[in-house]
């Protein structure tokens, strides 16, 4: 295995799920021109979805371990709109991070810091990304974390 | 009429609304390059704007029928925006599905599932795109649905 | 100085904040081909972050004026990303706006008008743009209104 970015996953203890398949008439991603549009991806683990709600049932430490989880689906699935190689993937345009959140929580940016943290962990500079992070006021079946991007590839 | 993503759309019963004027300082659609960026288009029948909160006091088939009339607003917007002419339209890339929900309503997807399914049932594999769904606690007017899209024309 | 959008700056009386430094492992902006994606704007004003929630404690105007600030920061991101020169931003393209909202607000809208509005005084029809206004349950800091931004630039 010389393909430095799966090294560095490994480095890190950390590896891709598979791609997530979307259950319903939509895809995990559509590329246009170099630009890769990844659906929003749900937080899942080991066990299954990571449901909670951040103010109310879950706190900020979780949630970015929830943000995690959302970084390396979106990674799957950047590595499986490029054959499998990410080595093709430029950089990481932009992350909007949605954060199951009661009225009063505001560390949406510390819960997506998950997220961005791992980014950069694993890609370098070319993790480096725009990003917004904002409270949803629910999340498909309850999770706690849905994160989708933008990415440039080659 | 030999314009088939027309013929498919009457096949369907279903019919374009004219493109709705936003009531403010943007306009429905900016192209750039092949790229084009639809403004959020909010669930609006033949009756008026369809309001509703998911969770509260519209259900998950009357949310998708919602989803559906902001696809078809999207559609109108794409077809103003390639003068007249759908067939210019090459990938539906991304929707971005905002569904007015309680804070403990997680079926999102059910919701938004009804634009996607309009979009790949008018326009095939082209229609298929990469997705987001999520709740927001609120929306314009209080319509149930807000869905933006990216598209790519030629 | 003859940068008409300077000279237009000035004349509304307006002045962009120097551009906010993000305070995690993400960047302000990141330029893909002609695309510029800024990170999602959270509202400041001179004394500071602007906190309040919409139907529950700040009103739609001074809502807009919070946008406004968001505006100013999205266009300080795209200067800094110009090398200095707003003459080389070529045209907004999407504006997305969060606005921190009780669930029965519904003037979105209003509310983000107080950006858009601004675009457009400053760059004429350059400014003019797609546009999504929804409602966040929570932002973060409890900021009113984050508005991020796409941009072409040459």
């Known amino acids: 295995m010389t393909n430095p970015i799966e090294t560095r996953l490994k480095d890190l203890g950390l590896s891709l799920p598979d791609a997530p398949a979307p259950a319903a008439n939509y895809v995990p991603w559509v590329r246009s021109g170099n630009l890769l549009h990844v659906s929003g991806q749900i937080a899942t683990g080991p066990d299954g979805l990571i449901l909670g709600k951040l103010g109310q049932d879950m706190d900020v430490e979780a949630g970015a371990a ?30 909007t991070g949605f954060v199951n959140s009661t009225g009063d ?5 510390k819960v997506i810091n998950g997220a961005s943290d791992t980014m950069v962990e694993v890609l370098g500079d070319a993790g480096r990304h725009a990003r917004s ?3 949803a006021a629910a999340l498909p079946f309850g999770v706690a974390v849905e994160i989708e991007g933008v990415f440039e590839i080659k």
């Not at 979106?74 to 992350?95: E, I, M, N, P, S």
């Not at 929580?105 to 940016?109: A, G, I, S, W």
């Open 66 to 95: 929830a943000a995690q989880r959302c970084a390396l689906s979106l990674l799957a699935q950047v590595r499986a709109a490029c054959d499998g190689d990410l080595t093709r993937l430029v950089r990481v345009v932009k992350l």
């Open 105 to 109: 929580f505001t560390d949406q940016p």
């Open 133 to 135: 992070a904002v409270g």
